[in-house]
């Protein structure tokens, strides 16, 4: 009898053991299924947010001549017509112009007109001359003053108590300097406006000295 209880007992405790292998297998697997299971998601979210973005972004990016062409129709309709046609013919001449810099407000470029179609919402009358394919002004290349330009503005700023006996304006500085003989940059003397212009320049240290000899009749030097 004793025999039969201890094979009895024997039996429940190896069947116990059994039980208790068993229970860290199933959780092992339990675990695998769950990384799986968060790698996946994590796999398919990344891949449907890259996704959504990229088109997304393909989807409503605009080209800078698409928004100026389309800003320039709105703000400036009538000029629009005149320079350009249709968007079509905007974007094409558009695509020719110097990209500039944000915010330039001169220069014969894209970023200039940019700037002047969005001011032109406000102020049609002075900004859309600015704006289009041939600018009368602003977004055109900058053009360097002509001699007589640089002789008769420094003549007015170094010696502007003379400036105003000798020509009353800068428009009737340019007239009579268009006169003058060009003589030779760094000229002293003679009666030529390269000698006018360095007489000028020097005004700016000894205006007393040198805006005689840098005027319409000079007293000395530029005779």
Not at 80 to 90: K, N
Not at 172 to 194: H, I, K
């Amino acid at each position: 009898m004793k025999k039969l209880i201890f094979a009895l007992a024997m039996t429940s405790l190896i069947a116990a053991c059994g039980d208790d292998d068993e229970t860290p297998s199933n959780n092992t697997t339990n675990t695998n299924n769950t990384t799986n299971n968060d790698t996946n998601n994590d796999t398919n979210n990344t891949t449907n947010n890259e996704t959504n973005n990229t088109t997304n972004n393909e989807t409503t990016g605009a080209t800078a001549c698409e928004t100026y062409c389309a800003d320039y129709e709105t703000n400036c309709g009538t000029q629009f017509g005149t320079d350009y046609t249709d968007a079509a013919g905007c974007e094409t001449a558009c695509a020719e112009f110097e990209a500039g810099t944000d915010g330039d407000m001169a220069g014969d470029n894209l970023a200039c007109r940019q700037y002047h179609t969005g001011a032109a919402a406000a102020d049609a009358t002075t900004h859309c001359p600015h704006a289009g394919k041939t600018p009368t002004a602003a977004c055109v290349d900058a053009v360097a003053p002509t001699a007589c330009e640089t002789y008769c503005a420094d003549y007015e700023t170094n010696c502007a108590a003379l400036f105003l006996v000798d020509y009353t304006d800068a428009a009737g500085c340019e007239a009579d300097c268009a006169a003058f003989a060009p003589g030779t940059a760094g000229d002293m003397s003679g009666d030529n406006l390269a000698c006018r212009q360095y007489h000028t320049g020097a005004a700016a240290n000894d205006a007393l000295t040198h805006c005689p000899h840098a005027g319409k009749a000079p007293t000395a030097a530029c005779i």
